[in-house]
């Protein structure tokens, strides 16, 4: 299948209901409104395809960048073409859900997103973070350094309540997911959870907190929790 067959596939999937929570979120045109479901009889037909996520993920339709995450091939990607992803993400959507997932698939997924977390502008930072979250909720614990991630837990304790908004989500579910995912910090992502407190989001509208969703994982025998794939 090549991009147009595939932008036809998809416009005839589009659903209205779903366009306009998509735009509710922050989506703009074009996209059609598509449900990620909906997407994986298209990915029978074309596989993993890095140049065709390439070229769909530059159309800017918010369905075809969603699908070319799904086609991606991550090893194949550099830093700079990630990096190009992240730059042409405009929401939170495309930025932890298709780019930072593509990333935590990828053997320099840490480096990227450590990049992307000390760069200040949120999505990135957002991104950085929920890449992260997907890595600590599929790999294993011996993948990953305790010290390097007990200093990024000290990291949102001290930024969090100043940080960007769409990074706030992202921190916040960084502490939860240390708390569930990764054993070896378990009782100190608890300690950060209850030190950071409710985080105000939403020009304080709202507030989001840690603490209670890692509690719901203990009650459920969640803890250790490992996902077999990111993507889906």
Not at 84 to 105: G, Q
Not at 167 to 184: D, E, G, H, R, W
Not at 220 to 232: D, L, S, Y
Request: include cysteine.
């Amino acid at each position: 299948m090549n991009a147009e067959a595939v932008m036809q596939e998809l416009e005839g999937l589009g659903k209205e209901r779903l366009k306009k929570m998509y735009v509710s979120n922050g989506a703009h045109e074009p996209l059609f409104g598509v449900a990620t479901g909906e997407m994986k009889p298209i990915f029978k037909k074309t596989k993993i395809n890095q140049q065709l996520a390439e070229e769909l993920y530059a159309t800017g339709n918010y369905d075809a960048m969603y699908f070319a995450g799904i086609i991606a091939d991550p090893k194949a990607m550099t830093a700079a073409d990630f990096d190009r992803w992240i730059d042409a993400a405009y929401f939170y959507m495309i930025s932890d859900f298709v780019v930072s997932v593509t990333l935590a698939e990828a053997d320099i997924a840490q480096d990227v997103a450590d990049k992307w977390i000390a760069s200040g502008e949120d999505l990135k930072m957002s991104a950085g973070w929920s890449c992260y979250c997907w890595l600590l909720g599929n790999r294993k614990d011996n993948e990953f350094s305790k010290d390097k991630l007990a200093g990024m837990l000290e990291r949102v304790k001290n930024t969090i309540h100043d940080a960007p908004e769409r990074a706030k989500y992202s921190m916040n579910n960084f502490i939860t997911t240390v708390a569930v995912s990764y054993l070896p910090l378990h009782d100190k992502a608890v300690e950060i959870a209850k030190a950071v407190g409710p985080v105000e989001v939403q020009q304080g509208k709202k507030t989001i907190h840690s603490s209670p969703n890692i509690q719901k994982a203990i009650d459920k025998g969640q803890i250790g929790f490992k996902r077999k794939h990111v993507r889906c």
